[in-house]
C-alpha cells in the first residue's frame, strides 16, 4: 500500500494508492523518482485501472503539489469545444464567446494538467499542443498574442499510441514529447492478491459512509471476486462493493449479495480451490472446453499468440485457425 496522492472511491479523505502485488510496487517506486522531475509522463492502461489516481499522485509528490492539478477528458468534446477549454479563448472569437476566457493552461499556470484519452485529440489538436510543449506558450482561441505558461503535462491513453503513430493518427513528435517518462499500469485480472485487498478497502470506506458493521466477504463471495476476470479493473470492482454493500444484511458480504453478471461469469477451467480436480461447470461439451480453455491461455499470455500456441502443443497456424473458429480473434 503506497500513501501517495488521491482516495479512490471518489470524495475527500486519506490519498492512497492501494496494493501490494510486485509490479503495482514497481509502479509505486516509479512514482517517486519521477514525480520531482518536471517531465512529461505517459500513463498506460485499460479503461478503470486507476491512470488519472496515478497522476494525481505523480502531482502530489512533486514541487507542483501546492499548485493547481486540473484533468481533462480529450475524448469528451468535439474539437473546437476541446481547444477552448486548453487554450481559452477571446470574447467574439466564435458565437456564444461573449467574453474573454482563461484556458486549462492559463489556469494550471505553475502546477499540472493531465490530458487523459490524450490518443483521441484530433490532429489539429495534436498540432497546438506540440506548440505548448516545445515552446512553452499558448494563444487563445481568436486571439493574436503568445501567452507564457510554466505547466507539467502528465497525459493518459488506453490506445496503443506506437500502433496509432503507424497509422498516421498520432503524431511521432507530440508522442516523444508526451513519453519521457512511461508508466504502464496492469489490469486488475493480473494483479491476483489485489483484488481482496482493494475489494477490502472500498468496503471499509462504504460501510462507514452507509454506518454498517460488516467485516468482510465470505468464501464464496471471496471466490468470485478473485475468480472474476475484472473486465471495467478497479473502477469496476469498487462499483461491485459499493453496491454489495449496500445490499448486504448480515456482517459478511455473500455471494448473493454479489451482481448475478459476476456471480454466473464461467470459472477458469484449471482453478481448484479445494486443491484437488478441477472445477468444471456442468453439461459442457468438449468443443466448448477446448474454448474455454484456449481462452484462458491467451488471457495468461496478454494475448500472445506464439507463446499461447507453444503452451497449447499445437502449431501457430492450427492457433490462429482455432481462434478464428472459436471467435478469439
Not at 80 to 89: A, K, M, R, T, V
Not at 97 to 120: C, I, P, R
Not at 278 to 306: F, K
Amino acid at each position: 500500500m503506497l500513501t501517495a496522492g488521491w482516495a479512490p472511491g471518489g470524495g475527500a479523505g486519506s490519498p492512497v494508492i492501494v496494493g501490494s502485488n510486485p509490479r503495482m510496487q514497481r509502479i509505486y517506486n516509479l512514482i517517486a523518482r519521477i514525480a520531482p522531475t518536471d517531465s512529461s509522463v505517459l500513463i498506460a492502461g485499460e479503461s478503470g485501472t486507476g491512470k488519472e489516481l496515478v497522476a494525481r499522485s505523480i502531482h502530489l509528490q512533486s514541487r507542483r503539489a501546492d499548485q493547481p492539478f486540473l484533468a481533462i477528458n480529450c475524448g469528451a468534446l468535439p474539437e473546437n469545444l476541446l481547444e477552448s477549454e486548453l487554450f481559452g479563448h477571446v470574447r467574439g472569437s466564435f458565437t456564444g464567446a461573449f467574453t474573454d476566457k482563461k484556458g486549462l493552461f492559463e489556469q494550471a499556470d505553475h502546477g499540472t494538467l493531465f490530458l487523459d484519452e490524450v490518443g483521441e485529440l484530433a490532429p489539429q489538436s495534436q498540432v497546438k499542443l506540440l506548440r505548448v510543449l516545445q515552446e512553452n506558450e499558448i494563444r487563445r482561441v481568436g486571439g493574436n498574442t503568445n501567452l507564457k505558461v510554466d505547466v507539467r503535462i502528465l497525459a493518459a491513453t488506453n490506445r496503443d499510441l506506437r500502433l496509432a503513430m503507424q497509422n498516421g493518427q498520432f503524431r511521432e513528435d507530440l508522442y516523444y514529447r508526451l513519453n519521457v517518462f512511461q508508466i504502464d499500469l496492469p489490469p486488475l485480472r493480473e494483479r491476483g492478491e489485489d483484488v481482496l485487498l482493494l475489494a477490502h478497502y472500498f468496503l471499509d470506506i462504504y460501510a462507514r459512509r452507509l454506518g454498517k458493521s460488516i467485516r468482510g466477504f465470505d468464501s464464496d463471495a471471496s471466490y468470485q471476486l478473485t475468480h472474476y476476470p475484472w473486465p471495467g479493473n478497479v473502477r469496476e470492482l469498487e462499483n461491485v462493493v459499493q453496491r454489495a454493500t449496500a445490499l448486504a444484511e448480515r456482517d459478511v458480504i455473500r455471494a448473493a449479495d454479489l451482481p448475478r453478471h459476476l456471480r454466473e461469469a464461467r470459472m477458469p477451467l484449471l482453478d481448484a480451490p479445494t486443491g484437488g480436480l478441477p472445477v468444471l461447470p456442468e453439461g459442457l461439451r468438449l468443443d466448448e472446453l477446448e474454448r474455454l480453455y484456449m481462452e484462458q491461455t491467451l488471457g495468461r499470455n496478454a494475448g500472445n499468440v506464439s507463446r499461447s500456441a507453444r503452451q497449447l502443443g499445437i502449431s501457430r497456424s492450427t492457433m490462429w485457425r482455432k481462434m478464428k473458429q472459436y471467435g478469439l480473434g
